[in-house]
């Protein structure tokens, strides 16, 4: 079936560092992939998506790209500002399964002044 | 477009009890899917709908139950409340990618519920 593998968290950078979490994903096919954030107290917010291969998608200064051939969408962003600070998931849609979007377990982000 | 909307965004009940959440997804959006977040498990999938049928159902007991309507709201609803099931409700409701025939899911700001 699908799955999404994340790096583990916590990750805490200072302000303006070079941010990376890796996502890996197993999927029959060609699934769409994303990446939501999740803020304090919120519900998770769409960040940005890639639908098919070498696809960079990008938002808020985040980027992402989709790689076929090594199963990955990691996240990245150049500088991280405290505002930054929050819970990512990574998540695919698509391929085999039962389930409309498959997630990673979140990688909680924490970044100091 | 208004996102989607979820209610109580709050509630606190006692064990045994039984509660119904509601959410109200994009306009044009027909499927709607719930989901449980916890700080142990992390985000679980509970069922989505589509056009007022259940299409797919995560690994949840009996307790926890949905329905759709015509208009695309939908509610779950969770019977016998045990302290397990505090936790953050989530709605997300879906856009089906043209291209691929994929999902775009959109959340709502979720309910957040206590079981004492």
């Known amino acids: 079936g699908n799955s999404v593998t994340q790096m583990e968290g916590p990750v805490t950078l200072s302000e303006e560092a070079f941010l990376t979490i890796n996502c890996t994903y197993t999927?029959?096919?060609?699934?769409?992939l994303f990446w939501y954030v999740q803020y304090p107290g919120e519900g998770l917010q769409l960040l940005l998506k890639a639908t098919k291969a070498d696809d960079k998608g990008s938002n808020k200064g985040f980027e992402a790209t989709y790689r076929k051939e090594t199963t990955s969408f990691h996240l990245e962003k150049g500088s991280v500002q405290v505002s930054d600070s929050a819970v990512y998931f990574c998540?695919?849609?698509?391929?085999?399964?039962?389930?409309?979007?498959?997630f990673g377990k979140g990688t909680r982000l924490s970044v100091i002044a | 477009k208004a996102g989607v909307t979820q209610t109580p965004r709050y509630l606190i009940k006692t064990r045994g009890q039984q509660v119904t959440l509601s959410c109200s997804p994009i306009?044009?959006?027909?499927?709607v899917s719930w989901y449980q977040q916890t700080p142990g498990q992390g985000l679980q999938f509970l069922f989505e709908?589509?056009?007022?049928?259940?299409?797919n159902k995560g690994n949840f007991p009996g307790r926890f139950s949905g329905r759709q309507f015509s208009n695309s709201r939908s509610e779950m609803n969770v019977s016998t409340l045990e302290l397990g099931d505090s936790a953050l409700y989530l709605c997300a409701s879906s856009l089906v990618l043209q291209r691929t025939g994929h999902y775009e899911q959109y959340f709502g700001p979720g309910t957040r519920l206590t079981v004492t």
């Open positions: 998540a695919l849609s698509g391929g085999s399964g039962n389930t409309p979007l498959v």
């Open positions: 709908y589509f056009s007022e049928t259940q299409r």
């Open positions: 999927a029959t096919g060609y699934p769409s």
């Open positions: 306009s044009g959006h027909r499927s």
